[in-house]
């Protein structure tokens, strides 16, 4: 939704922004954050490259924002750690924001009638809004034939090439390439501007008719699953089977279903799953990382994870020829789980040797391997890495043939976003056990000194782990940071997560958090309300469609949890709320249920009128939001989205607002945040507004981002001044 901003009077203090009734931003802030910036500047894991070729060294592609550069950019390194150089492989200069949604390594392909091998497919847009095309980056060296300069190029001087595959306005995501390397697949809203359906195209033996010329060329593709009868279809896919006859599709319908289906590449109309016995309705049940055996003996056995028998993700197997599953972890005794893990688990990654998961044990990742043959067949072994601890990502370079190896990406209070190497080999000779009797191994970390960024020069802490009772009873958990170790009474911010089904972590979320803490001497508590995730399937519909408000309620528990029990430690009087996207929208809504108890508010890109949101945001993601959410076209559900939207009730705002919003925003329209500012100025309550150009749901580019930080500390402490001893 494009807006004209002929209208109003704004000024333009820093490269893509828009300032609207903001005065300047000091530049002692801008200084004393660059410590923080460059701290926050992390490595991200993206994948590991395919070599297809024993005689290429094995390598990661990694992320990373240099200190020079608008958006992040990509990296080749090695995977042995004393190789302590990096490769850069893209140089994105595009005056622009930029989102890779998915960057899909490969051993090559013939689509320009020469062989192209390695490189990576990407799904990419160019200015934030998400409607990723498809691209294709190689480098010459590995190309037969040398291929001149094509007119859909990106200029990528001096790394690899970058070819526009498609040339249209639709959405292309979740690019899957099969072990074989034989076919891809991917999903797009091409059929009709809706439905995000599922397509394949084949790597090898393409015959796509395209030369090796200047020529663009459009990538043929074979559409997998029919588009929706009726309303709109999400498809995903998560695993192509080892043959290349089958896939593994999960469909979006709302937060809390998503089933699974077995489709065949073929064609032909997908099977669901429906796994025996199930004790969960099948409309509240999601399935998550279905993925084929890895073992050519057992094509038949699929890996998952499904909330279908209890209220946590866990992980189990489905055989699809006598349909039945063993349960690895799911917590209900009756079950006879390998090892029951009564927190929800996620990433389950295959291989031909270990499976891998890990569990979210309240903020906090564990990470687990089963083996697959020899002495500890059938044993869940917790791998406890030696680290300070938190959460962190990983990957196992098995498509190289190195099942044992991972690449952890480790994210704590001492190190944002540091990878670190796990060699399983060996290790699992020297298995003990804990106090519950679990099988554990603890594991050294090869830390890559390339890829970590600048150690903190200033002072960092671990989260303290906080929970009190909501109105009805319910436990609210916390993440929570004191400048002092609660030594002195300070003010308080309240950063409230999006999603909703996100989940404050362990981790700290945001590049400001450490200033906030030390330089303006506030406390800040990351409340995880009703609708989060990590805490079960009820408590993340816990707020619901009519339940909406109950999460707002869970703050207002918060505030008088804060009054009754922690007077000695945070000063009630002088409390902030943040958020961004529905953290946005708890923001607003707070500062209007509670307009005496905080002394101001930021919200990041929020939802401020929930009936245009919902007509208005991008058409795929429609369903399932208003699966969340409710549905607008219902006109008593209409009528209760009215109600809460706090659009209609700012003349209940009484402190001062800053709002900031991405101008190409796909998820939730900028117009929502242009019209929330309006309103409130009209009311005589100090509003400021930052839209920042060429970016969508979240900031990417270097200017916005620290422009946008230091102007939420600014308004901070002036809204939230420390008292003068």
């Known amino acids: 939704m494009s807006v004209d901003y002929g209208n109003f009077e704004f000024t333009q203090p820093a490269k893509q922004i828009k300032a609207f009734n903001m005065g300047p931003v000091p530049q002692r802030i801008l200084d004393g954050m660059r410590k923080y910036e460059d701290s926050a500047r992390g490595f991200g894991l993206t994948c590991f490259e395919n070599s297809a070729d024993d005689s290429i060294p094995s390598h990661a592609i990694i992320s990373h924002r240099p200190v020079d550069s608008q958006v992040q950019e990509y990296y080749r390194m090695s995977t042995d750690p004393k190789v302590q150089t990096l490769e850069r492989i893209t140089y994105f200069d595009l005056g622009s924001g930029r989102t890779i949604s998915s960057f899909a390594p490969i051993a090559g392909e013939d689509w320009r009638g020469v062989w192209r091998g390695g490189g990576a497919i990407l799904a990419m847009d160019l200015d934030g809004n998400e409607f990723s095309q498809l691209w294709r980056y190689w480098e010459d060296s590995r190309c037969t034939t040398a291929i001149p300069p094509i007119e859909s190029e990106l200029k990528n001087e001096p790394g690899g090439r970058i070819e526009r595959l498609t040339h249209d306005t639709f959405k292309y995501a979740n690019i899957v390439v099969s072990d074989s390397n034989k076919i891809m697949t991917f999903t797009s809203n091409k059929e009709n501007g809706t439905d995000m359906l599922v397509y394949v195209t084949e790597l090898t033996n393409s015959q796509t008719g395209a030369a090796a010329d200047s020529k663009p060329f459009t990538l043929p593709a074979r559409l997998v699953t029919p588009p929706a009868d009726n309303g709109n279809s999400r498809w995903s896919v998560s695993d192509i089977s080892l043959d290349d006859e089958y896939l593994l599709l999960t469909k979006l319908v709302t937060t809390a279903y998503h089933p699974c289906y077995i489709a065949r590449i073929s064609g032909g109309r997908p099977e669901l799953i429906v796994l025996p016995n199930a004790t969960e309705k099948e409309q509240e049940t999601g399935y998550h990382r279905p993925t084929f055996s890895r073992d050519p003996a057992k094509p038949h056995l699929v890996y998952m994870i499904s909330n279908a028998y209890g209220d946590f993700l866990s992980v189990l197997t489905y055989d699809t020829l006598s349909r039945t599953v063993v349960h690895i972890t799911t917590p209900e005794p009756d079950l006879q789980a390998l090892r029951p893990i009564n927190w929800p688990c996620a990433n389950l990654q295959v291989t031909s040797d270990y499976i891998y998961f890990r569990a979210n044990v309240d903020g906090y990742t564990n990470l ?107 436990q609210i958990p916390c993440m929570y940071y004191h400048p002092n170790d609660s030594k002195s009474i300070v003010p308080l911010v309240i950063s409230i997560h999006g999603g909703p089904e996100g989940q404050s972590t362990s981790n700290s979320r945001s590049p400001i958090h450490w200033y906030i803490m030390n330089e303006l001497g506030y406390a800040i508590i990351y409340p995880n309300v009703r609708g989060s995730a990590g805490y079960g399937r009820r408590f993340m519909a816990a707020d619901d469609v009519e339940k909406r408000e109950d999460s707002v309620k869970d703050i207002g528990a918060l505030l008088n949890h804060l009054e009754q029990s922690m007077q000695n430690e945070l000063d009630s009087s002088r409390i902030a709320v943040m958020g961004g996207s529905y953290g946005g929208y708890m923001t607003l809504a707070c500062m209007i249920h509670f307009p005496t108890r905080f002394a101001c508010g ?88 930052m839209v920042c150009e060429k970016e969508g749901h979240g900031f990417k580019q270097k200017s916005v981002i620290e422009f946008t930080n230091a102007a939420k500390l600014h308004f901070l402490e002036r809204s939230l001044p420390v008292e003068k001893k």
Not at 630 to 637: A, L, Y
């Open 368 to 474: 687990f391997v089963l083996p697959l043959s020899g002495p500890l067949k059938d044993t869940v072994v917790e791998i406890k890495p030696e680290w300070e601890g938190g959460q962190f990502g990983y990957h196992t370079n098995a498509d190289n043939g190195r099942p044992h190896e991972l690449i952890l990406v480790l994210v704590s209070h001492l190190s944002q976003a540091s990878l670190a190497r796990l060699d399983l080999k060996g290790r699992l000779q020297n298995v003990k056990k804990d106090d519950n009797g679990g099988a554990y191994i603890s594991v050294p970390l090869t830390r890559y000194t390339q890829a970590a960024p600048i150690p903190p020069t200033y002072k960092t802490v671990p989260a303290k782990q906080l929970r009190f009772k909501s109105f009805d009873g319910l």
């Open 602 to 689: 930021l919200a990041n890109f929020p939802i401020a009128h929930w009936p245009s949101f919902l007509e208005n945001t991008a058409p795929v993601r429609q369903a399932h939001r208003r699966g969340e959410y409710g549905d607008e076209r219902i006109p008593e559900i209409r009528a209760f989205l009215e109600k809460i939207s706090p659009i209609n009730r700012t003349s209940e705002i009484s402190a001062p607002l800053q709002i900031a919003h991405g101008d190409t925003d796909s998820r939730v329209p900028v117009d929502q945040a242009i019209r929330m500012w309006q309103t409130v100025l009209k009311n005589g309550v100090n509003c400021e507004l």
